[in-house]
């Protein structure tokens, strides 16, 4: 078990060299591979509680029950033109551990493509050859036996697993009904099992690794595979409960340095200092409006929150970036309620299949489900999501128009971005005693400074600040040049759209009937065009007063979806993944669990009847259906905002 947090006066007569602001994942893992020098003194400062004992976090089958709990920032987006004027729920973690406290656990790699677009931005050694070795440090992989790879396609490449690191991963021990007919189906529509997505391609259907400690059949996360493992160290600290209002700058003659940083803690407000660094570990939300509540940022943001304008970097909070999807977690049906745009039909199953919702409106299933799960660790209670599919957009679209869009995109507004100019290099602070890793495994040396960790990377990712005055970050035109290129050479095999078959209603939009079972379609677009930001609201006016913007002001979180230059692209490519979504679970042999479609309401003849499979549609019925106004209408966030405090 670990040490109790820090209290207050403890933790405030403490000598730190270095202070992590953000006890989530990038926070937890920063603070802890510091602590393993004994030089080094550490405080983590969380505003949400230790817990470690939460089985809405803890148990696998209860995933994201805590959303919109004491456990939720219970962010929203503020209405989006392009999603019809829908202002959009963001969860965010507030508790230690962070949002990896509230997710899916879905463990994932993305393709070697995209590490080497981050290096290619500039950021040498972020590519995918110096990422792996990083990649597998913090895994700790149980493998699958042949029993189960032959039952459940649970494959797996020795090479690219860690087996000795903190976080447990393992395919889970059991898997709703639907896994058993994914693979079969997609290998039906062309789509190949990829038996080693962790090696460099996540292109095919898959069977997903979860984030689970094997044994116990619990999720393994920062909190528990990092802190709870160290917190008996004398110099790492945690006070938890603490809300960080500012970062304390001092002026010097190079320019500004990090001295410490003013927080709230139990209605009171108190300053801790370190002789060294200030690491902002608080996210793609609250990282930026950290910033600029200490003064960085754009001056026009800053003053109209009442906030003195200390170093000028218009890139702060801009460059968001989200997947999207055609679904959200339904709040009220199957749980409770990222930059990816996400999508979900609904579908009506057999309803002798069992699902994680039943449970949720049968006391004595739900009973009988913790029972099995106390006593065996077994049962629905261990269900994770599993079956996935990447797809590039040619594999239900001609590859020749979608070259075609990527050139007319090209020859548009979005091409005058970038002529900018990519030589531009990020400065660092003027300080000469900053200093700054060259690998993401480097900890720094006590210096004083101010850092930062970003979603956008590795949990152990530093960047580099501020902008030179009125500078746009060249990673906006190199990024907007690397998604032209993937549009205008699209046999690249990346994974444009995912595909996610889970069973249970996860859509914030469809209200499950009593009796009933449903599954759910997931799809999300992978590399949006459309970016956004997150800003301090504005509160430095006559009617307030000339109130200054604090930490508990809700960032104003504007993700501009489905906007800007290849906006247009962003809706069209999902419309037709949702065409190809809409075919796959009208494919045998998944279709055989299939009565209609619910979500949206059927316009065609459905897969079966009262359980009974029929046809088919033809091709050209199913092109007749157009989903644009409905992903208008359905689109929400994936939860992976990205981007903000961009490299």
């Not at 106004?629 to 981007?643: A, F, K, L, M, V």
Request: glycine share 6%; proline share 8%.
């Amino acid at each position: 078990m670990a040490s109790p947090p820090t209290d207050i006066d403890h933790f405030l007569s403490a000598e730190f060299t270095h202070l992590v602001i953000g006890g989530g994942t990038a926070g937890l893992v920063v603070a802890t591979r510091l602590a393993e020098r004994e030089d080094i003194v550490v405080g983590i400062l969380e505003a949400g509680l230790p817990a470690y004992d939460e089985p809405g976090i803890n148990v696998p089958g209860r995933f994201c029950e805590t959303l919109g709990t004491e456990y939720d920032w219970q962010f929203a987006t503020v209405p989006q033109p392009g999603f019809n004027g829908r202002a959009l729920p963001w969860p965010r973690g507030k508790v230690l551990g962070g949002s990896a406290a509230l997710n899916i656990m879905t463990w994932n790699r993305a393709c070697k493509e995209d590490y080497d677009a981050w290096e290619e931005l500039g950021n040498e050694g972020w590519g995918w050859e110096g990422m792996l070795p990083f990649l597998k440090k913090c895994e700790r992989f149980q493998e699958s036996d042949s029993e189960h790879q032959l039952l459940h396609q649970s494959h797996f490449d020795r090479e690219y697993h860690g087996t000795d690191g903190p976080i447990h991963t393992t395919y889970p021990s059991q898997f709703g009904t639907s896994h058993q007919y994914w693979h079969k189906t997609l290998n039906k529509l062309g789509v190949e099992t990829n038996r080693s997505h962790f090696s460099g391609s996540n292109v095919g259907a898959w069977t997903t690794v979860t984030s689970v400690e094997p044994n116990r059949r619990e999720r393994s996360y920062s909190t528990n595979a990092y802190y709870q493992q160290n917190a008996h160290k004398s110099n790492l600290k945690l006070l938890s409960g603490a809300t960080v209002q500012e970062v304390l700058l001092d002026p010097s003659e190079d320019g500004w340095v990090a001295k410490g940083v003013r927080l709230t803690y139990q209605g009171k407000e108190h300053s801790v200092y370190t002789k060294g660094e200030v690491i902002i570990c608080a996210g793609s939300v609250q990282s930026p409006q950290l910033l600029e509540l200490s003064g960085i940022g754009n001056p026009e943001v800053l003053e109209a929150a009442g906030i003195d304008v200390k170093i000028d970097n218009p890139a702060v909070g801009e460059n968001l970036q989200d997947h999207m999807s055609k679904t959200d977690l339904n709040p009220s049906t199957m749980l409770s309620s990222n930059h990816l745009k996400v999508t979900c039909t609904v579908w009506e199953i057999d309803p002798s299949i069992p699902t994680i919702e039943s449970l949720r409106s049968d006391p004595v299933a739900a009973a009988a489900a913790d029972l099995e799960y106390a006593t065996s660790r077994t049962g629905l209670r261990t269900c994770l999501p599993a079956s996935v599919a990447y797809l590039p957009f040619s594999h239900f679209l001609n590859p020749d128009d979608i070259a075609e869009t990527g050139r007319s995109l090209a020859c548009s507004s979005l091409a005058e971005s970038m002529t900018l100019s990519s030589s531009s290099t990020l400065s660092r602070p003027s300080s000469p005693q900053s200093s700054y890793p060259s690998s993401p495994s480097t900890p720094s040396s006590p210096a004083s400074s101010i850092s930062y960790t970003s979603t956008a990377a590795s949990p152990a990712t530093k960047s580099q600040m501020p902008l030179p005055h009125n500078t746009k970050p060249p990673e906006t035109a190199t990024r907007t040049s690397i998604c032209l290129r993937r549009l205008t050479h699209p046999r690249q095999n990346l994974g444009q759209i995912e595909y996610n078959f889970d069973l249970s209603n996860y859509s914030p939009y469809f209200v499950s009937e009593p009796g009933k079972r449903y599954a759910t379609m997931l799809m999300m677009l992978q590399y949006p065009f459309s970016t956004g930001s997150i800003h301090l609201p504005p509160t430095n006016n006559t009617t307030t007063n000339n109130k200054r913007a604090t930490a508990d002001d809700k960032p104003l979180i504007h993700p501009r979806y489905f906007l800007g230059p290849g906006g247009e692209n962003d809706l069209e490519m999902m419309s037709a993944g949702q065409r190809f979504a809409d075919k796959i679970v009208r494919t045998a042999p998944l279709s055989e669990i299939i009565v209609k479609r619910a979500w949206p309401p059927e316009r065609r003849p459905s897969p079966s009847t009262q359980g009974t499979p029929s046809s088919t549609p033809s091709s050209a019925q199913e092109e007749e259906e157009d989903f644009t106004s409905w992903i208008r209408s359905n689109t929400t966030t994936d939860w992976h905002p990205i981007g903000t405090c961009s490299m």
